[in-house]
């Protein structure tokens, strides 16, 4: 499901996103917006995992922290 809603960008982000689409990186700009959104959510969640790591040093975790800093980056599109 989804829900439309209304926002005010500020031009010169509206001409980036306006770019996008006809540059053929996104369908839409809904799509631009929802992506760097999804991109968002992603990037709070991590840092979120990481102030938990920060707080609890001594955990079991330390193996998969590096192999996950060694494989991922922010830039990966989990849709691809």
Same mark, same amino acid.
């Given at each position: 499901?989804?829900?439309?809603?209304?926002?005010? @960008? %500020?031009?010169?982000?509206?001409?980036?996103?306006? #770019?996008?689409?006809?540059?053929?990186?996104? %369908? #839409?700009?809904?799509?631009?917006? #929802?992506?760097? @959104?999804?991109?968002?959510?992603? *990037?709070?969640?991590?840092? *979120?995992?990481?102030?938990? @790591?920060?707080? /609890? %040093? /001594?955990?079991? @975790?330390?193996?998969?922290? #590096?192999?996950?800093?060694?494989?991922?980056?922010?830039?990966?599109? %989990?849709?691809?």
């Amino acid at each position: 499901m989804t829900t439309q809603i209304a926002v005010r @960008l %500020p031009d010169d982000v509206v001409s980036w996103v306006d #770019s996008q689409v006809s540059g053929g990186a996104a %369908p #839409s700009r809904a799509a631009v917006v #929802s992506h760097a @959104l999804e991109r968002e959510f992603r *990037r709070a969640a991590a840092e *979120r995992d990481a102030q938990i @790591l920060r707080e /609890n %040093p /001594n955990d079991d @975790l330390d193996g998969f922290v #590096s192999w996950t800093a060694e494989h991922f980056t922010m830039d990966e599109d %989990p849709e691809s």
